[in-house]
């Protein structure tokens, strides 16, 4: 999946760029990197005044070449959907000076879509659910199933060419997301973090 920069002079330039006319879920860039209509991309948003780059997984609307005696510069449209675009609605509530980013975490987590089962610890029942968000050390997992901070559970994630899907154990941190929590991969010794890093550069590369 290609990497996209849309970085913006400012926090109001990147609240305009949200104000497609006639799109919805939608955020106008400016970039000579062609993509397009259909493909996914992560765009790399960013714009002075951030503390830190926002990873999100889109899709590309619309994109168009530059045409320098018209004034228009290179780029298009791309659109998110779900928990992607609520991360801009953060990032718009941020350049607006309603919310605060806090700096950057050490691991940076890759915008994903992967589906993955799950069980608590000393129980045997899976359930299915999906990943939107991974790094080494952690996860954003979507699921419907009340899930409270502190909660032990395991995650089976089946990396892509891969026939047995490889067990994380993990602790809920956070359940403030309308869609699903938080979760911190423990355990996690020399080769446990090789191989979250190999199942991570399985997925993103798919």
């Known amino acids: 999946m290609r990497r996209i920069r849309c970085h913006y002079s400012s926090g109001e330039a990147f609240v305009d760029a949200l104000k497609t006319p006639g799109e919805e879920n939608a955020i106008q860039v400016f970039t000579t990197e062609r993509f397009e209509p259909g493909e996914e991309v992560l765009a790399e948003v960013f714009f002075s005044g951030l503390p830190g780059k926002m990873m999100v997984r889109a899709i590309g609307k619309k994109w168009q070449s530059a045409r320098p005696r018209l004034r228009v510069r290179a780029g298009g449209v ?5 928990s992607e675009w609520r991360k801009l609605d953060f990032l718009r509530e941020v350049a607006a000076g309603d919310a605060k980013m806090m700096p950057r975490r050490r691991h940076v987590r890759q915008p994903v879509l992967v ?3 799950w069980r608590r610890s000393g129980e045997p029942e899976l359930t299915a659910a ?3 968000e991974i790094s080494e050390a952690g996860a954003l997992l979507l699921t419907k199933e009340d899930l409270a901070v502190g909660d032990e559970i395991i995650i089976e994630i089946t990396p892509p ?3 047995r899907p490889l067990e ?3 602790v809920v941190r956070n359940n403030d997301n309308p869609d699903g929590c938080g979760v911190e991969f423990v355990a996690r010794d020399m080769g446990g973090v090789h191989r979250i890093r190999e199942v991570i550069r399985r997925i993103v590369d798919e």
Do not use: F
Not at 78 to 82: K, M, P, S, W
């Open 161 to 163: 060419g891969s026939a």
């Open 130 to 132: 999906t990943i939107s």
């Open 78 to 82: 791309l659109r998110c959907v779900g």
């Open 115 to 117: 589906e993955i089962r």
């Open 168 to 170: 994380v154990q993990s």
